[in-house]
């Protein structure tokens, strides 16, 4: 098939890129030709909370990416439509994960069908922004509405397409496993390169700091009397886009300053091995969510973890099997990371996990969109 696959990808860094790329790598391994389009301008500088918008790092495989697509100039967005209907293209797949983008990848999309050849699917990453704005539900539904069928990677967004677009089928496959982040290496080492004590046991908060994904709620649970006095120590690695000091001034007010390591960046791919591989326990305390790529690093990694009851996080945690579901609060959190020390789960649910994540593979994805291209 001759697939083009539109949205974020590298020079970009973060989650949705990478989604792309590891998808286009597996499009590829089934001898499929394969084309990225990606952004020249995606976010306005004045509306980026982060520190630079692009990796760090290589891109991880033999792709063929093309940057022309500008977020807010709507000329651009007919060029470009324009070029893709002109290149005839079998099936686009368009990734979209927030409003702010809908209006160009929408009306691209509309214009590329437009040879009456071109099917277009979209990845819906999240359909619900995380932080609401007046006019996501429109520039949404455009999005929608100018796709063939959607692919949902949770139920919980499956369940929101639904809710706003009942014309237009919806594929389901949940998000596969993240194998792009290098090896797995000895917890010892691991702990070494980031000069960590070897006799300390350490869970890990990683990705980027957002109000939604409730490091309070861990902080709060890391004040709780089952762990701070333990030999355990959170690290938080990744960069901040909420406030900062809100979180420091939780550490400071209870005391835990020397249970919390903070690493303030955004980690490289390259890095990214090295903070899994020193943890033994993953916590993701959101106070909501749709689903969660950090879940399939873990799996990847082999690291036990504990999610919120909220959103899709539940799929793909079965309870007490690769970790625990607890509740989106610091005292159900704190008891679930006390349970796995006390009751010494590590071992258990890591050979659950090497069972469990068989059923997250990218040609699994591949078979299933290409099941609906041809048989619709």
């Not at 429109?138 to 949902?152: G, I, Q, R, T």
């Not at 006390?338 to 997250?360: A, D, G, M, R």
Request: charged content about 20%; aromatic content about 12%; glycine content about 6%.
């Amino acid at each position: 098939m001759k697939i083009a696959i539109l949205g974020p990808a590298f020079p970009y860094r973060g989650g949705i890129a990478n989604f792309s790329e590891r998808l286009a790598n597996e499009f590829l391994q089934s001898n499929d030709e394969v084309h990225l389009f990606t952004f020249k301008m995606m976010y306005p500088d004045f509306i980026f909370p982060g520190k630079t918008q692009y990796a760090e790092t290589p891109l991880h495989f033999p792709l063929t990416i093309t940057r022309n697509i500008n977020s807010v100039n709507p000329l651009n967005w007919r060029n470009v439509g324009k070029q893709l209907q002109q290149q005839n293209f079998d099936l686009i797949l368009v990734a979209y994960s927030i409003p702010f983008l809908g209006p160009s990848l929408g009306r691209i999309a509309r214009i590329a069908k437009k040879n009456k050849h071109t099917k277009i699917i979209s990845i819906i990453h999240n359909l619900n922004p995380h932080e609401k704005r007046i006019g996501d539900s429109v520039l949404s539904n455009y999005f929608l509405n100018s796709c063939d069928a959607h692919l949902a990677l949770s139920k919980k967004v499956e369940e929101d397409i639904l809710a706003k677009d009942k014309l237009h089928p919806v594929i389901y496959y949940p998000h596969p496993v993240y194998d792009n982040f290098g090896e797995i290496i000895d917890k010892k080492q691991a702990k070494n390169k980031l000069q960590l004590d070897e006799n300390t046991s350490y869970i890990l908060f990683f990705g980027l700091i957002r109000e939604y994904k409730g490091l309070d709620l861990l902080l709060h649970a890391m004040a709780n009397t089952k762990l701070k006095n333990e030999n355990i120590k959170l690290i938080i690695a990744g960069e901040f886009y909420s406030d900062i000091e809100k979180y420091q001034t939780i550490i400071k007010e209870n005391g835990i300053e020397n249970n919390v390591l903070i690493y303030n960046q955004f980690i490289p791919d390259n890095e990214v091995n090295t903070y899994f591989s020193a943890s033994d326990l993953v916590v993701q305390p959101y106070k909501h969510a749709t689903q969660s790529g950090i879940t399939q690093i873990c799996y990847h990694f082999n690291k036990p973890m504990i999610v919120t009851n909220v959103g899709g996080l539940p799929e793909t945690v079965p309870n007490n099997i690769v970790g625990y579901v607890c509740e989106p609060n610091a005292e159900s959190i704190a008891e679930s990371i006390s349970q796995f020390y006390t009751e010494k789960k590590e071992t258990e649910f890591v050979q659950n996990i090497l069972l469990e994540k068989k059923k997250y593979s990218w040609n699994g994805l591949v078979e299933k969109i290409k099941n609906w291209y041809n048989f619709g």
